[in-house]
């Protein structure tokens, strides 16, 4: 094995696990976060893997971004759209993902980083939990968020088979209620035209 | 579309990592990441070796950027 490859594991952590613990430490120091959808069902053992991580933050003041953006690059990370942190807020602003690497070539794995958007973001942000699941101390969304969104909105086979396999994972415990709620609020404020 | 042999086998994994402790499905779902990211940075590493390879990894990064989701 090459040794750059070898040295992006951590402990007996995985690759994809070892990336995101390290840049959740980092996230965690600046501001409130939630991992959400492939990797909430990835650590919850389905049998897959994904070049992105998708993450969701609180907004913050361009001076707020500049020390988290520069927390992330002095642990290591690398932001793929720009080298420029003004160019990266702006984006954030503008609705985009940035994504972060933890290697200079780019290569995955991904974090890609969103401000929050609408209540339905804010509603996720607020009902966030840390998964003992999974073994990771990680913010992730709740598990009837990401079905929800995986069953209303995403729907690809992929997305499909993640919900049924966080459905089973959790199925004594999954508040359906809550499910078709989420749902209901994904076709008023994702789903309208 | 895959056929529902394979969405039983989504299903027949996930009782799995239900009905056992986490390290006995941890392992397999480790060995399986590891093994996708060690395949494809070997690939990427193999490709930084060329001045073609090197411009095919621009260009895939490009493409990567591409799909960043908006909004």
């Known amino acids: 094995m090459n040794s750059h490859i070898a040295d992006r594991r951590v402990g007996d952590r995985n690759?994809?696990?070892?990336?995101?613990?390290?840049?959740?430490?980092?996230?965690?120091?600046?501001?409130?976060?939630?991992?959400?959808?492939?990797?909430?069902?990835?650590?919850?053992?389905?049998?897959?893997?994904?070049?992105?991580?998708?993450?969701?933050?609180?907004?913050?003041?361009?001076?707020?971004?500049?020390?988290?953006?520069?927390?992330?690059?002095?642990s290591g990370f690398h932001c793929m759209q720009s080298s420029k942190v003004g160019d990266v807020y702006d984006y954030l602003e503008e609705g985009d993902g940035v994504r972060y690497t933890n290697n200079e070539n780019f290569f995955p794995p991904e974090m890609e980083v969103k401000f929050v958007k609408d209540e339905l973001d804010e509603l996720q942000m607020r009902t966030r939990k840390k998964l003992d699941f999974t073994g990771l101390d990680i913010w992730f969304s709740s598990i009837e968020f990401n079905i929800a969104f995986k069953e209303e909105l995403l729907k690809s086979e992929k997305d499909m088979e993640d919900a049924k396999h966080l459905r089973i994972i959790y199925k004594d415990e999954l508040d359906n209620n809550f499910i078709e709620e989420i749902k209901s609020k994904i076709r008023k404020l994702r789903l309208k035209q | 579309m895959r056929d529902k042999l394979h969405m039983e086998s989504v299903e027949k994994w996930a009782e799995f990592v239900r009905a056992h402790p986490r390290e006995e499905w941890k392992r397999v779902v480790d060995v399986f990441v590891n093994a996708v990211y060690e395949k494809s940075q070997a690939f990427y590493a193999r490709l930084e070796k060329t001045e073609e390879g090197r411009e095919i990894l621009a260009r895939l990064k490009v493409e990567r950027l591409k799909s960043v989701k908006r909004g």
């Open chain 1, 15 to 74: 690759i994809l696990d070892a990336f995101a613990l390290k840049f959740c430490a980092v996230v965690e120091r600046h501001v409130k976060y939630i991992v959400v959808s492939g990797f909430v069902a990835i650590s919850h053992g389905r049998r897959r893997t994904t070049e992105d991580i998708d993450m969701i933050i609180e907004r913050m003041s361009k001076p707020e971004f500049i020390s988290f953006h520069e927390d992330l690059i002095n």
